[in-house]
């Protein structure tokens, strides 16, 4: 079955700075990828996503890139703000399987 | 939280007593998912169902089982829990299949 995995698990950055996750996974037929953002006592938050036929996607300060010959994409967060402080999950969806297979997640802390 | 609710919202149980979750939507999406978060592992699909009556097993389904007789519902039972079932569990809807996910608030179980 379809594997991901997620880096880094913890990521501190200064308020205005960029923040970068990375996810890897182990399917080739994986294709489509979305990403979450869970806050303390909530449920998660799909944030942006994409689709295997695109490279990259936008939303404002959120950006996705998807390297489907290395097998990993990553999530990009411009100009962080102390509300972008949350817990982050990437997840990988295969087509023959039709489920969703997540990372352990990545804690990031924007600090003044 | 897209119009998903989830009773009760915490709980605390002992060791062998049968307990019930409950999902409860009001989008009338055909697809709904139970998962279970724990520290290290982040989510994990325990059963899903494609329609009323229509359900199939995720990755942990051991000591969990699933009923839809309605499409607004949809129900997590462990028969006789166990103190490795305590977690937060998540309910999950989505339009078409596992892409585009929308999370409930979540049901913090305690097994003692």
């Known amino acids: 079955g379809e594997n991901v995995e997620q880096h880094p698990s913890t990521l501190s950055v200064q308020e205005g700075d960029s923040a970068v996750i990375k996810c890897t996974y182990s399917d080739s037929a994986s294709n489509y990828f979305p990403w979450y953002k869970q806050e303390l006592g909530k449920g998660p938050q799909l944030i942006i996503d994409?689709?295997?036929?695109?490279g990259e996607k936008k939303d404002q300060r959120i950006a996705v890139t998807l390297n489907k010959t290395a097998k990993h994409f990553s999530l990009h967060i411009t100009e962080t703000q102390p509300e972008d402080s949350a817990v982050y999950f990437c997840a990988a969806v295969t087509g023959t399987a039709s489920k969703l297979t997540f990372g352990t997640g990545t804690r990031l802390q924007v600090t003044l | 939280d897209a119009g998903i609710t989830q009773s009760p919202r915490h709980k605390v149980t002992e060791t062998g007593t049968p307990v019930t979750l409950r999902c409860h939507q009001t989008?009338?999406?055909?697809?709904m998912y139970w998962y279970r978060q724990d520290p290290g592992h982040g989510l994990r699909l325990i059963h899903y169902?494609?329609?009323?009556?229509?359900?199939d097993k995720g990755e942990v389904s051991d000591g969990y089982s699933v009923s839809r007789s309605k499409t607004e519902d949809f129900l997590l039972t462990l028969e006789s829990a166990t103190s490795s079932q305590t977690s937060v569990y998540f309910c999950a809807i989505s339009v078409a299949g596992p892409n585009e996910q929308f999370f409930g608030p979540g049901t913090r179980l305690t097994v003692l």
């Open positions: 989008e009338n999406h055909r697809y």
């Open positions: 169902s494609y329609g009323v009556k229509d359900t």
């Open positions: 994409i689709r295997s036929n695109v």
